[in-house]
T-cell receptor, first 114, second 112 residues
């Protein structure tokens, strides 16, 4: 079991460009979460899916951010027109169920917006 | 919704000393509690999962205490060593909101 796989590990974009981050959850896990981690804000919840359906996106910035889970084997987080303040480590996690099970985290994608 | 407050944000102790990190939560229906450890450059790894029915949970070199009356969860690293230096996060779930809520984390430094 390779765990949660996130690609790329590092991404550098210019201001205004688009960034797409990929996550492959552990096979069989029904819940997929996205978090953003910065030194200043800590660990921020963005959104989560259960059985591929979006359940709670209350943490997603209203503009420029979108997440999808087109099939059970991967989820994407897309940031349009990236800004320097989007620079962070974006973590994906999966679990068997959304609430009462441990989360398995990927190593994250470090996004740097120049 | 649930609010989780974690203190302190930074903690520095000497090797051999104890280190205590505390989280308070607001939803009395919360039932599952977690501590995660994040070493430098690595992702979060589960340290311990605690059920609300157990007040004291012992791990290897640490103890987790749960006080449901005060809605307080604490992680006590006994005789900390430099390898314990990491960021620690508490998490709470099972309450009225159908997801897991994390504290802001504690950066622990254990000096030799």
């Amino acid at each position: 079991n390779a765990g949660v796989i996130q690609t790329p590990r590092h991404k550098v974009t210019g201001k205004g460009q688009e960034a797409t981050l990929w996550c492959e959850p552990i096979s069989g896990h029904s819940a997929v979460f996205w978090y953003r981690q910065t030194i200043v804000q800590g660990l921020e919840f963005l959104t989560y899916f259960r059985n591929q359906a979006p359940i709670d996106d209350s943490g997603m910035p209203k503009e420029r951010f979108s997440a999808q889970m087109p099939n059970q084997s991967h989820s994407t987080l897309k940031i349009q027109s990236t800004q320097p303040q989007d620079s962070a480590v974006y973590l994906c996690a999966s679990s068997w169920t959304p609430t009462n099970e441990r989360l398995f985290f990927g190593h994250g994608t470090k996004l740097s917006v120049l | 919704g649930e609010q989780v407050e974690q203190r302190p944000p930074h903690l520095s102790v000497r090797e051999g000393d104890s280190a205590v990190i505390t989280c308070t939560y607001t939803d009395p229906n919360s039932y599952y509690f977690f501590w995660y450890k994040q070493e430098p450059g690595a992702s979060l790894q589960l340290l311990m999962k605690v059920f609300s029915s157990t007040e004291i949970n012992e791990g290897q070199g640490f103890t987790v205490l749960l006080n449901k009356k005060d809605k307080r969860l604490s992680l006590n690293l006994t005789a900390a060593h430099p390898g314990d230096s990491a960021a620690y996060f508490c998490a709470v779930s099972g309450g009225s909101n159908n997801r897991i809520f994390f504290g802001d984390g504690t950066q622990l430094v254990v000096k030799p």
